[in-house]
């Protein structure tokens, strides 16, 4: 009898030892794991940022280059209607002129 419990006492022991190294190597495992994850997490986190610069970056840029487009465009406009002034009363006359030789002929 004394027999049969050393044996269970010593496999209780092996079985003891065994678990304990198979959750010392899973803990290695779970460790190493962990530190790829927080780099990826890392990673991503710093991805994110940079894209998030770049969107604003580019959107800035894209404004300034329609800002400097509509200022093109309004001094642009600003000629055309200056010139219609300009040449408004050379116009009138052009057509008093054409309706004073129609009615002569």
């Known amino acids: 009898m004394t027999h049969v419990l050393i044996?269970?006492?010593?496999?209780?022991?092996?079985?003891?030892?065994?678990?304990?190294?198979?959750?010392?190597?899973?803990?290695?495992?779970?460790?190493?794991?962990?530190?790829?994850?927080?780099?990826?997490?890392?990673?991503?986190?710093?991805?994110?940022?940079?894209?998030?610069?770049?969107?604003?970056?580019?959107t800035k840029s894209q404004k300034d280059e329609l800002l400097i487009e509509v200022k093109r465009i309004n001094k642009r406009v600003d000629v055309l209607k200056r010139d219609i002034i300009n040449s408004l009363p050379t116009q009138i006359r052009k057509v008093i002129g054409h309706i004073e030789f129609s009615q002569k002929a």
């Open 7 to 58: 044996a269970l006492v010593a496999s209780s022991f092996v079985f003891e030892y065994w678990l304990l190294r198979k959750i010392l190597k899973l803990n290695k495992e779970n460790k190493i794991h962990r530190k790829s994850l927080q780099k990826a997490l890392e990673a991503l986190a710093r991805d994110g940022h940079n894209f998030q610069a770049g969107i604003s970056r580019d």
